[in-house]
């Protein structure tokens, strides 16, 4: 199917797989950083560069928080606007 045949239905589904794929790497990054910092913390401050981490970090737990809205938000418009018919053999 290329992006000429693909339905508003097709494209809304690749979209929420899109989602999903940023919402794993997301998670993978927050937990990367804190890690770092944990590691790290006692250096950071003494270079005063701690407010600046913690604002990443603070960033991207509502990058991920947004998407996890967002993943949701859209799951449940892709059931609605899935026919009954294709709901029921999957």
């Known amino acids: 199917m290329t992006a000429d045949t693909k339905t508003p239905l ?14 794993h790497y997301a998670k993978n990054n927050v937990e990367r950083l804190t890690a770092q910092w ?5 250096e950071l401050k003494d270079l005063k560069q701690t407010e600046r981490i913690e604002a990443l970090m603070t960033r991207q737990g509502e990058l991920h928080d947004s ?6 938000a859209l ?3 892709v059931a ?3 026919p009954k ?3 029921a053999e999957a």
Not at 38 to 42: E, R, S
Not at 67 to 72: G, M, P
């Open 67 to 72: 998407l996890e809205a967002d993943i949701t």
């Open 75 to 77: 799951e449940e418009l």
């Open 80 to 82: 609605e606007l899935t």
């Open 38 to 42: 944990m590691l790290f913390d006692g």
């Open 85 to 87: 018919d294709e709901s």
């Open 10 to 23: 097709d494209h809304l589904s690749d979209t929420v797989s899109q989602l999903k794929e940023m919402r």
